[in-house]
């Protein structure tokens, strides 16, 4: 019962007498004795507040009980400690307090040890560890701005001497190979290591050679001793329990510190060597980038003088950007609107006073000192640093995070809301750069604005625009009331067609180009198109400006077709539809690959970087019903004039002469559900002569609600139907009819008789129709030529040359290092042999008459000078 009422105190008189049992134990092991028990009720009775004599007589009493006990119970008794231990802790304690730098020097020392002693042994796999460790170590003295220690030098030395000497041995025992395989790979390594490191800290090891001994008074006056003797104050309970109620009390000794222990304060004074502490400790390892940020956010608020705001801005939107160090991921939102409302003030700073000059090219100056327009040469304070580099860097982010967020959700549309604030940072930047007349970066910034508004409707691009009413910094040219997106457009890049920077020009070109295509002004666009001969040059520029070309072309397409011209259409969209990547080509997705095809992670990484933000993208559904609609509309007629089999499988659209061979192969045809599949019964309803069927098919597409001014572009298709069904009838019929009457023609077909009139007139010239118009009938005479034999292989034979002509002079071409045709080659000569090349293959083509088709007219010279030197480009 004694031991189950013992008190808290019988077990701290086990702690306090500790020397006393450790110097008996030896004895008690020997001879255990028990003494008499003490009566329960002595025990029972004793207090938590009796003296440490009573406690020591009880202890002594107890002593060989507790010798006897479990360590199970001796280890319960350790956590049940009363007051009486405190007591006994009152005693001052003396220790030594070391700090992190004289812990690194031993622990540096202790490696150097265990390096020579695994050189007596000659076990080089573990000195080349151990090495390792040294380094790490060290490099942990030189990341705390410590000096490096003389032993460190005075090893490295010494081992490179060891590591020659015992290589010098090796190979005088190579023959005896005593050294197993995987010590010599690490003599060797160590050999590399031991040079590296000697290379690394040269100046250090030359300061050492000259003379150790001021190497080594240096270090230790740099090194101050820490080590102090702490006696650990008395404090009994009571005063431990009061002093805790109340409030701590500060000491304004305290000052923050920084990585390493420097001391780190926030005034105007010391601004500057603070940031020093931050430029130092910036890209290492281990650096926390929110503390420095916060840091800098400090010394912005203490900033007093426009130079320290301008050096601080610019180590803060740094250090910004360095938060995040992926290259998949995008910067935090909060963080890019930080960093987008700081180079603003540092717009707004160095654009109210022109005494200050940010600039990336400037003379060397002393960081640590205070710079003032009096002190300077000119009266002007050049600052390095880079405006045009952070807004290239907000933009790329910003087109970043609209790459990663979920385009169909609200945040994207959220994050979109910033575009406004990122073109009104551009412009203001932009107008900075004229004011200080730096034209390289103005380009680059013109660029970046353009590549903002170019794409866009003119309500967007007058949204954008309204942004600039609210600043007081905006550049030259702004949209004014009176101004139009496109006089906008036309001044941003004519100013870029100045400058000497060749991609700037061509990206400013095919911009221009797309925003003439966008407004439907489909003649302008296509002759700066062929007059820039982009389409030679382009496969050897990098891939944003190939997607951009390709972009361009594509909307070139859709102008044509929205403007009514379907052979320009169909020519310009046939190339990038013929690749099957139609999505890739305009990155707009990754395409799938497919067996020898797979890309690596680093290259797949690449192409999804490139991809476009998805309130760019091009509707490829739309795309692709615009291409396949105007096929249909040049290949129906064509199949239909064409007699023989042979020349049938000549098709001018390959992907859309196979939909079609496939939905011929249909046994059963359901009602249209796709785009495709309406287009496909339209086109054999087209076949049959039922133009009424197909304007019906073809209008019933929803797709079209997406493409501006869709009644405009339903109402052309149906009247392009009607008159592709009238050429299709008489290609069709033509054979069986000697004698057509035009007002039949034009009552079938809802055709005025004037337009009938026309097209058969414009068919009969260009000998795709053997006929001739008697007026005072009002009939078409049909006339029925059927070629012999002799004259159908001579016509194959002239064909066959024709093709072989042209691919060598597309070889020729190549040789003298054009890919264009002949008359894109400079000279008189050229020019000339270009108009006979043409000529020949106008005539080529009006001899061929209706047993070959193909683009004439108007439509073949855009056919030759676009489509068919469009390069396939990715």
């Known amino acids: 019962?004694?031991?189950?009422?013992?008190?808290?105190?019988?077990?701290?008189?086990?702690?306090?007498?500790?020397?006393?049992?450790?110097?008996?134990?030896?004895?008690?092991?020997?001879?255990?004795?028990?003494?008499?028990?003490?009566?329960a009720m002595s025990r029972f009775l004793r207090t938590a507040g009796s003296?440490?004599?009573?406690?020591?007589?009880?202890?002594?009493?107890?002593?060989?009980?507790?010798?006897?006990?479990?360590?199970?119970?001796?280890?319960?008794?350790r956590f049940i400690r009363g007051d009486s231990d405190e007591e006994s802790e009152d005693e001052?304690?003396?220790?030594?307090?070391?700090?992190?730098?004289?812990?690194?020097?031993?622990?540096?020392?202790?490696?150097?040890?265990?390096?020579?002693?695994?050189?007596?042994?000659?076990?080089?796999?573990?000195?080349?560890?151990?090495?390792?460790?040294?380094?790490?170590?060290?490099?942990?003295?030189?990341?705390?701005?410590?000096?490096?220690?003389?032993?460190?030098?005075?090893t490295v030395i010494g081992f490179e001497e060891t590591v020659n000497a015992a290589l010098a041995r090796e190979k005088e025992k190579e023959a005896k190979k005593k050294m197993n395989a995987t010590n010599a790979r690490a003599l060797n390594s160590m050999k590399q290591k031991v040079r590296k490191a000697t290379k690394e800290f040269e100046k250090e090891v030359r300061q050492y050679q000259n003379d150790p001994e001021l190497f080594e008074r240096e270090f230790a006056s740099h090194a101050q001793p820490v080590d102090a003797v702490v006696p650990k104050p008395k404090k009994s309970k009571k005063v431990a329990e009061t002093e805790s109620d109340e409030e701590p009390i500060l000491d304004d000794r305290f000052t923050t510190v920084g990585k390493g222990g420097r001391a780190m304060s926030f005034s105007a004074d010391n601004i500057f060597k603070t940031l020093k502490l931050v430029h130092e400790a910036r890209g290492k390892k281990n650096t926390d980038r929110g503390e420095q940020i916060r840091i800098l956010e400090k010394l912005l608020e203490v900033a007093v003088t426009s130079y320290q705001r301008i050096r601080v801005l610019l180590a803060l939107v740094s250090s910004r950007f360095d938060y995040n160090s992926s290259i998949t991921s995008y910067m935090p939102i909060d963080l890019w609107l930080s960093a987008q409302r700081e180079v603003d003030q540092l717009i707004t700073i160095v654009v109210a006073d022109s005494s200050y000059a940010v600039q990336e090219n400037t003379e060397d100056y002393d960081e640590l000192i205070e710079r003032s327009p009096a002190t300077e040469r000119e009266g002007v304070v050049r600052?390095?640093?880079?405006?045009?580099?952070?807004?290239?860097?907000?933009?790329?982010?910003?087109?970043?995070?609209?790459?990663?967020?979920?385009?169909?959700?609200?945040?994207?549309?959220?994050?979109?809301?910033?575009?406004?604030?990122?073109?009104?940072?551009?412009?203001?930047s932009q107008a900075f750069y004229e004011q200080t007349s730096q034209p390289e970066p103005l380009a680059r910034v013109v660029m970046r604005r353009l590549e903002h508004i170019y794409s866009k409707p003119d309500a967007v691009v007058s949204a954008l625009e309204s942004s600039l009413t609210s600043s007081e910094i905006t550049p030259s040219v702004i949209l004014a009331s009176s101004t139009t997106t496109s006089s906008l457009i036309h001044s941003l890049c004519i100013h870029l067609y100045k400058v000497d920077n060749s991609l700037?020009?061509?990206?400013?070109?095919?911009?221009?180009?797309?925003?003439?295509?966008?407004?439907n002004d489909f003649y302008t666009a296509r002759d700066m198109l062929l007059m820039s001969h982009l389409q030679e040059s382009i496969h050897s520029a990098d891939v944003a400006t190939q997607i951009l070309y390709n972009r361009t072309v594509v909307q070139l397409g859709l102008c044509a077709f929205r403007c009514g011209l379907i052979k320009e259409a169909q020519a310009t969209l046939q190339d990038i539809f013929t690749t099957q990547r139609v999505k890739e080509l305009l990155a707009q997705g990754v395409h799938p690959q497919r067996f020898q095809q797979q890309l690596t992670p680093e290259q797949e990484k690449a192409e999804r970087s490139r991809q476009l933000p998805f309130h760019m993208h091009i509707n490829t559904e739309l795309l692709e019903a615009a291409f396949l609609v105007s096929s249909m509309l040049v290949e129906v007629p064509l199949l239909a004039s064409i007699e023989s089999e042979e020349q049938k499988r000549k098709a001018i659209s390959k992907p859309f002469r196979r939909l079609l061979d496939f939905a011929?192969?249909?046994?059963?045809?359901?009602?249209?559900?796709?785009?495709?599949?309406h287009i496909m019964q339209a086109s054999k309803a087209l076949q049959d002569g039922e133009w009424e069927k197909c304007r019906d098919l073809i209008q019933s597409i929803k797709?079209?609600?997406?493409?501006?001014?869709?009644?405009?572009?339903?109402?052309?298709?149906?009247?392009?139907i009607q008159e592709q069904g009238l050429r299709t009838y008489l290609f069709t019929y033509a054979p069986y009819y000697s004698t057509l009457s035009l007002s039949l023609l034009s009552r079938t077909f809802s055709l005025p008789l004037r337009a009938v009139t026309s097209m058969i007139s414009k068919m009969i010239w260009n000998e795709e129709l053997s006929?001739?118009?008697?007026?005072?009938?009002?009939?078409?005479?049909?006339?029925?030529?059927?070629?012999?034999?002799?004259?159908?292989?001579?016509?194959?034979?002239?064909?066959?040359?024709?093709?072989l002509v042209e691919q060598n002079e597309k070889v020729l071409d190549i040789k003298l290092g054009g890919s264009g045709g002949w008359g894109d080659r400079g000279g008189d000569k050229g020019e000339k042999r270009g108009e006979q090349t043409q000529e020949r293959r106008g005539r080529g083509d009006r001899t061929r008459g209706s047993l070959r088709g193909g683009p004439r007219g108007r439509g073949s010279r855009f056919a030759q000078g676009l489509g068919n030197q469009m390069t396939r480009v990715r």
């Open 1 to 39: 019962m004694s031991r189950f009422f013992r008190q808290a105190g019988d077990s701290d008189s086990d702690s306090e007498d500790s020397n006393e049992e450790s110097l008996t134990s030896g004895d008690e092991d020997a001879a255990p004795q028990k003494p008499a028990a003490k009566p």
């Open 51 to 77: 003296d440490s004599s009573s406690d020591s007589d009880s202890s002594d009493e107890d002593e060989s009980e507790m010798s006897d006990e479990e360590p199970a119970q001796k280890k319960k008794s």
């Open 92 to 154: 001052d304690v003396k220790r030594v307090v070391k700090s992190t730098k004289d812990k690194r020097l031993e622990e540096i020392e202790a490696t150097g040890n265990v390096m020579d002693n695994a050189l007596k042994i000659n076990d080089w796999v573990a000195i080349s560890n151990e090495f390792d460790k040294l380094l790490r170590l060290v490099q942990r003295q030189s990341n705390a701005a410590e000096p490096l220690p003389p032993f460190f030098i005075k």
């Open 383 to 428: 600052i390095r640093g880079s405006i045009i580099s952070f807004v290239d860097r907000l933009d790329d982010e910003f087109t970043k995070s609209l790459q990663n967020i979920d385009p169909h959700g609200t945040e994207y549309v959220d994050r979109l809301k910033d575009e406004k604030v990122l073109y009104r940072t551009i412009c203001r």
């Open 504 to 519: 700037l020009r061509t990206r400013a070109m095919l911009s221009h180009i797309y925003h003439h295509a966008l407004h």
């Open 664 to 677: 011929d192969r249909q046994v059963f045809t359901g009602p249209p559900e796709s785009t495709r599949d």
């Open 703 to 720: 797709i079209w609600s997406l493409m501006p001014e869709a009644a405009s572009v339903k109402e052309m298709l149906a009247k392009r």
């Open 771 to 803: 006929a001739s118009l008697d007026q005072s009938t009002g009939v078409v005479v049909l006339h029925r030529i059927e070629h012999s034999r002799p004259q159908q292989l001579a016509q194959v034979i002239a064909d066959k040359v024709s093709a």
